[in-house]
C-alpha cells in the first residue's frame, strides 16, 4: 500500500493496542481443572467459543463470555463456576496496552483523527482507551453498535456515525477473522495488519504488515 493520509484511522483495541490477556486468565483460572499439556488447546478452543458467541444477535459481553465458558468447559468435561466468568469479564477494564502503542499513537493522533471499533461494553472500555495516553475522536462499541465484529453492522454503524466512506478511512487490527476480513467485505480498501502473532498472514485480504504499532507512522507519511 502506498501512503495513503485518510480522513479517520480506526483501530481494533483489544488485543491490537491493549494487551489480550485472554489465555493468561484461562491458564490461572483452570489450572486446577487442565493439565499443563493440555492447555495451549484450551485456550485455542476458549478462544473459538467467544468467537461463535459473537456471530448472532447482539448480547451483553457478560453472557458472551459466560456461555464460551459454559460450553468449553462441557467440551472438556470439566466443572463449570460462574465465578470464573465473572473474574474475566471484570478484569477487561483492568487491561492495559502493548509497550510499543502509546508514543505512536500520540504521533500519529496530532496529524489524523483516531477512531476505536471495539467488542466491547460500555462500562468496560473507557479505563481501557484513558491508558492509552492519545486522544481519540471517537469510540464505537458492539453495544452502541448492537453488533459484534466481525459482523458487518459494527463496521457499518462506524462508517454511519463518521459520515463517511470505506475508501476514506484506514483501519488496523492485528486480526482478520474478526477485523481485517469484514473490512475487506464492506469496502475497506485501505488496511494494516499488527502481525502480534495472533494468526498466520492472508495476503488475499491486501493490507500493509507492520510487527508493531511503531511502524504506523510510517505508513501514513509521518516518518
Not at 490461572?28 to 493440555?38: G, H, M, P, V
Not at 483523527?113 to 486522544?135: D, G, K, R, T
Request: one cysteine or more.
Amino acid at each position: 500500500m502506498s501512503v495513503f493520509k485518510p480522513k479517520y484511522i480506526s483501530f481494533d483495541c483489544y488485543g491490537t493496542l491493549i494487551y489480550f490477556e485472554m489465555a493468561p486468565m484461562a491458564q490461572k483460572l483452570f489450572a486446577d481443572r487442565i493439565t499443563e499439556a493440555q492447555m495451549p488447546q484450551f485456550v485455542k478452543d476458549f478462544s473459538a467459543y467467544r468467537l461463535d458467541e459473537v456471530l448472532g444477535a447482539w448480547k451483553p459481553y457478560q453472557e458472551v463470555i459466560r456461555n464460551a465458558v459454559t460450553r468449553l468447559c462441557i467440551k472438556w468435561g470439566i466443572e463449570y463456576r460462574d465465578e470464573d466468568s465473572v473474574a474475566i469479564y471484570n478484569a477487561v477494564p483492568t487491561w492495559g496496552p502493548h509497550p510499543d502503542v502509546v508514543e505512536p499513537l500520540k504521533k500519529v493522533a496530532a496529524e489524523i483523527p483516531l477512531v476505536i471499533l471495539s467488542n466491547a461494553m460500555n462500562e468496560q472500555i473507557h479505563s481501557n482507551v484513558a491508558n492509552l495516553e492519545a486522544p481519540f475522536a471517537h469510540v464505537y462499541t458492539a453495544e452502541q453498535a448492537q453488533a459484534y465484529k466481525p459482523r458487518l453492522q459494527a463496521f457499518e454503524y462506524m462508517l454511519d456515525n463518521l459520515g463517511c466512506n470505506p475508501e476514506d478511512i484506514l483501519h488496523v487490527s492485528s486480526s482478520f477473522r474478526y477485523d481485517l476480513m469484514s473490512a475487506h467485505d464492506i469496502g475497506i480498501k485501505n488496511k494494516v495488519w499488527v502481525n502480534r502473532g495472533h494468526e498466520p498472514a492472508n495476503p488475499f485480504y491486501g493490507y500493509t504488515e507492520i510487527q508493531d504499532i511503531s511502524g504506523l507512522p510510517g505508513v501514513v507519511g509521518l516518518e
